[in-house]
């Protein structure tokens, strides 16, 4: 599919549950960096191995959020906690994610196996201000 698009393919994976403003910062950041921008929305019960829980938000409403901000030129399901293999499907020049991945294994596992095939990490500050995890526990806490 990305081999068709002209210019650089960037993809940018997330679960993006309970959408905030760091969510429209790397989406924003990315569409700078990138000619056909791909959301990868994680799947829920990918979302639930990964944190143990899943997402406050299911999956097709999360993937119509990211669709309808027009930040993106494509909305795929991204259904495996591995990006090495979302880019077997998807092919992409670049994965955007941010700098909490910089430095840890799965961050250099994946900058390594993605040089080895001519595409690269691109980082964004991480926005501290507001993330899911803070916003699902304030949530628990009215309960």
């Known amino acids: 599919m990305a081999d068709l698009i002209m210019g650089r393919v ?3 994976p997330g679960v993006y549950d309970m959408f905030h403003i760091g969510h ?3 989406l924003r950041r990315a569409r700078e960096h990138c000619d056909h921008l791909i959301a990868g929305v994680v ?8 944190k143990g829980r899943p997402p406050v938000v299911p999956h097709d409403e999360r993937m119509d959020v990211v ?3 027009g930040l993106v030129d494509e ?4 259904w495996s906690s591995d990006k090495f ?11 955007f994610k941010g700098d909490d991945w910089k430095g840890t294994e799965k961050g250099t596992r994946l900058e390594r196996l993605l040089g080895e095939v001519g595409a690269q990490v691109h980082y964004f500050p991480y926005t501290a ?3 899911s995890t803070d916003l699902r526990r304030l949530l628990e806490g009215m309960n």
Do not use: C, F
């Open 67 to 69: 669709r309808a901000l």
């Open 75 to 78: 909305v795929v399901s991204d």
């Open 129 to 131: 201000s507001t993330s």
């Open 10 to 12: 960037g993809y940018a």
């Open 85 to 95: 293999e979302m880019w077997k499907q998807l092919r992409y020049d670049v994965l």
């Open 24 to 26: 429209l910062n790397i």
């Open 43 to 50: 799947e829920d019960d990918v979302v639930t191995r990964i």
